[in-house]
């Protein structure tokens, strides 16, 4: 059985659809990397998974759980956490804060601390700046924050949407090393948005390739960077044949 199994899922907007009959497979302990332009559907199906947005069709599983139809702190409890695009810390809370933020409902209050001392062992960052607004840290803090919040919830699988948006390369570097050594360390199952196949290549895992809502490329990230269909699912069918070929 695979940890996550997404079966024929469509979703829709009102009359805008989203992801058009998609299936899809993850395997426990995987990186997949989600690929594809603007509008593709990579944040709707992120979003479908974790219970934020509704599916039209179709189901979606977690080791063989089903996971449609269930409420965003049903899914999280069994193990399946996001950072969303954008990542949505609250700037004007505190990083503890924010790391609190979902887990008022849990009343082991020992158990959210020391699941917040794992986080500050794995950000020190965060636990220097602990009693700091959030709308303070720099942009690869944040998404330090961010991730720290989702694991928060000790998850198994983690999916990241667009975790290099906006951040200076270096710094990029940074949040995939601590992304590696978390999944090593904790074996978990990483999905991530990255619209640079260069850098899912560099990484290194299986990439999908999606377009209008549907998978149209797959492989191992380092095979796909060169190929065709990746140009090809980015900038389309060329218009002009160049000149002198
Ligand atoms: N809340 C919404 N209401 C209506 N349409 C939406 C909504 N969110 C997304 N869409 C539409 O659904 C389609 C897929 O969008 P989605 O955000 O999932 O793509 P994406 O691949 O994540 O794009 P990006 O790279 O810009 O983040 C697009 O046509 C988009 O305009
Ligand atoms: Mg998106």
Excluded: W
């Excluded at 619209?195 to 490329?217: E, K, N, P, W, Y």
Aim: hydrophobic share 40%; aromatic share 4%.
């Amino acid at each position: 059985m695979s940890k996550l199994g997404i079966f024929d899922l469509s979703v829709r907007y009102g009359k805008v659809p989203a992801i058009n009959d998609l299936s899809l497979q993850v395997e426990e302990g995987e990186r997949v990397f989600i690929s594809g332009p603007n509008g593709a559907g990579k944040s709707s199906l992120l979003n479908a998974i974790s219970g934020a947005v509704p599916t039209s069709h179709g189901r979606i599983e977690l080791d063989g759980d089903m996971l449609t139809g269930r409420a965003p702190e049903a899914i999280a409890r069994l193990g399946l956490s996001m950072v969303p695009e954008g990542r949505e810390i609250f700037g004007s809370l505190t990083v503890e804060e924010n790391l609190r933020v979902g887990t008022g409902l849990r009343r082991d209050a020992e158990a959210v601390d020391s699941d917040m001392e794992d986080v500050f062992e794995a950000f020190p960052i965060l636990r220097e700046r602990r009693s700091a607004a959030a709308g303070a840290l720099s942009g690869g803090q944040q998404q330090m924050l961010a991730i720290g919040r989702a694991l928060m919830t000790n998850p198994k699988l983690m999916m990241v949407d667009e975790p290099s948006l906006g951040l200076a390369p270096k710094i990029v570097d940074q949040v995939y090393e601590t992304l590696c050594q978390l999944q090593e360390e904790r074996s978990l199952t990483l999905i991530i948005v990255e619209q640079s196949s260069l850098r899912a290549a560099r990484v290194g895992g299986r990439m999908i390739l999606m377009r209008g809502g549907s998978v149209v490329g797959e492989g191992n990230a380092a095979d796909m960077v060169d190929r065709d269909a990746l140009a090809q699912a980015y900038f389309g069918n060329p218009k002009c044949k160049e000149v002198n070929s």
